[in-house]
């Protein structure tokens, strides 16, 4: 079985981010990037599965500029045996991105797709969900146990209200969450490894896809800023700032 | 313009998300309609139909619903989204499921997790972990929204709409609910709760939570947690407040131990009022704070809890 992980290349998590003068987006330029966090999850996920011998093959997949290769450099060094480049627009919708890899899906076959179940600069949560849906595949979103023997796939999603257990048909979509696995650094060796590794990179008209974008960015603000308030010294003043400063208790 | 509210409820009640998102949808237009779609969930209609400003609950009651399937619940969606101009869902691990599969299958950009609402086509969104707020406009002619339940009131409850029945959907024989481990508790729920004590990696184990419970009962409260406390095992995953947990939006967030990461900040600093309880002073959580206290936790908590008086 083939698995493929799409990822995605992000502002790094720790970096805070600025709002553009301009009111745009936000800045990207000479800003760290890195790899969505909850992609790193899916790759070691798909990587475990070839370790664990559930899997021959792991495929990574992104969708972005061209820079996004350094992402897909990371998934190769992290174990990744293969990379795909879907080279588009710097930030393409969601709905625009499953139709991508639902292209690159129907090329491969995988067995498995596992993605992040959101991307940490849009915060949309979309993707994987939309993948499945055009695929007509079953989905697991939101999943932080995943247990594939053969044709059955069993997964535990962290759901509002604990967690869910669902069995899913294969082929199947997987979105990770946080507690699935920790994912692996990649060695020095690794790293100059996976330069070698092969990675083709494709055009959307390659996959027959229209990229005309259905949103339009009115503007982008900072939010609201909260202002630091008092210190206080004991139990006794916060109850009574609470009480009758604040008067919310 | 008509709207489709997706409804969410566990087949006896109704979780309390759908008011929210029926206030959202009152400020699209006046012709909300809210769809149950479960196995036996004649209460959680009632409890729909009761919803004030809502003018018609439809049902859809087939076993192949009972567990909140999106391979099921979606293909039900695309067959009747064509009656609406909009369809609402919160953005709850529910919403979250099934709205981007509808979407997917009526070739809409669905918008996610909306907190404001500038027109009819116009929304604000939080991207970045809230770090920045993005308004965007939908080119779409039918728009497909989850939403920020935090950010829009909870409708009243008075109202008396028509129930109907309807078809479509069904069981897509591609996935199978096996079972769930749902955390039971007496306390208010998190995204609901007036009061809030939450919990850090500070805690530093499972049972020193204990604290922050009994706190938290004497005074009415939910607890919540970072992301740290869960992945250390202290709490269950509900437990988590943050970019990828629950956003909430109490009166009064106590956070104890909690340093303050942006992507906690980002699910809790809406609330009205932000206590820290932190012995790092250059903690970040200080600086979003209304009240912080430097102090060992494992002190001032007790201290509190013997100031508080009981809810």
Redesign the interface.
């Known amino acids: 079985m083939k698995v493929l992980v799409p990822i995605k290349r992000v502002?790094d998590?720790n970096i805070?981010?600025r709002?553009k003068a301009d009111q745009s987006g936000?800045e990207l330029n000479n800003v760290k990037m890195a790899m969505n966090p909850?992609c790193e999850i899916a790759v070691e996920e798909a990587i475990r599965l070839r370790e664990g011998g559930q899997a021959e093959e792991v495929i990574a997949v992104a969708v972005g500029p061209s820079q996004s290769q350094e992402t897909l450099r990371t998934a190769l060094a992290m174990g990744a045996d293969r990379a795909i480049l879907v080279e588009a627009d710097p930030s393409p919708?969601?709905?625009?991105v499953?139709k991508l890899l639902k292209g690159v899906t129907d090329r491969e076959s995988p067995g498995l797709v596992i993605l992040g179940?959101?991307a940490?600069?849009?915060?949309?949560?979309?993707?994987g969900?939309?993948?499945?849906?055009?695929l007509?595949?079953?989905?697991?979103?939101?999943v932080?146990r995943l247990k594939v023997d053969g044709s059955s796939v069993?997964v535990t999603?962290?759901?509002?209200?604990?967690?869910?257990?669902?069995?899913?048909?294969s082929p199947?979509v997987i979105t990770v969450?946080?507690?699935l696995n920790e994912p692996r650094y990649a060695s020095l060796p690794n790293i100059m490894k996976a330069k070698k590794k092969p990675l083709d990179v494709l055009s959307p008209s390659d996959l027959g896809v229209d990229m005309s974008?259905?949103?339009?960015?009115?503007?982008?603000?900072?939010?609201p800023a909260?202002a630091?308030?008092?210190?206080?010294?004991?139990?006794?003043e916060?109850?009574d700032?609470?009480k009758n400063e604040?008067k919310?208790? | 313009m008509a709207i489709l509210v997706i409804g969410e409820h566990d087949n006896k009640t109704l979780r309390p998300s759908t008011l929210n998102v029926v206030t959202a949808a009152a400020q699209l237009g006046t012709d909300v309609d809210i769809l149950i779609a479960g196995a036996g969930c004649d209460a959680a209609a009632q409890e729909a139909a009761a919803i004030s400003g809502v003018n018609r609950v439809r049902v859809a009651d087939d076993p192949a619903f009972a567990d909140g399937l999106a391979e099921n619940i979606a293909p039900l969606i695309h067959g009747i989204a064509s009656e609406y101009t909009h369809v609402l869902a919160p953005a709850t691990t529910y919403g979250k499921s099934i709205l981007p599969r509808a979407s997917a299958l009526l070739d809409v950009q669905q918008i996610s997790d909306i907190s404001g609402i500038e027109g009819s086509d116009t929304f604000v969104r939080p991207i970045y972990a809230g770090n920045a707020m993005a308004t965007v406009k939908s080119n779409d002619a039918l728009k497909l929204i989850t939403v920020r339940t935090t950010a829009f009131d909870a409708a009243e409850q008075s109202g008396s709409a028509s129930v109907e029945t309807v078809s479509g959907g069904g069981d897509a024989g591609l996935s199978k609910f096996l079972g769930e481990e749902l955390t039971r508790s007496e306390r208010p729920e998190l995204t609901t709760a007036d009061i809030i004590v939450s919990g850090g990696r500070g805690m530093q184990s499972s049972e020193n939570f204990a604290m922050l419970e009994k706190l938290a009962d004497k005074m009415g409260a939910a607890v919540g947690a970072s992301r740290a406390a869960v992945d250390a095992g202290y709490v269950p995953n509900d437990y988590q407040v943050g970019q990828t947990g629950k956003v909430v939006a109490p009166n009064v967030y106590i956070a104890v131990g909690i340093s303050g990461a942006i992507q906690h900040l980002a699910g809790m600093k809406d609330s009205k009022v932000i206590v820290a309880i932190n012995k790092d002073e250059e903690a970040p959580i200080f600086q979003v704070s209304d009240y912080g206290w430097v102090a060992d936790l494992f002190e001032a908590v007790p201290q509190l809890d013997a100031a508080v008086e009981p809810s």
């Open positions: 502002i998590a805070k981010v709002v936000v909850f919708e969601p709905l625009a499953a179940k959101q940490i600069d849009g915060d949309n949560n979309q993707t969900q939309m993948l499945a849906a055009l007509n595949w079953s989905i697991g979103t939101f932080s069993q999603r962290e759901v509002d209200g604990g967690l869910e257990n669902i069995e899913l048909v199947c969450d946080l507690r974008p259905r949103l339009e960015v009115i503007r982008v603000v900072e939010p909260r630091a308030g008092v210190k206080v010294s004991s139990a006794e916060l109850v700032k609470l604040a919310v208790i």
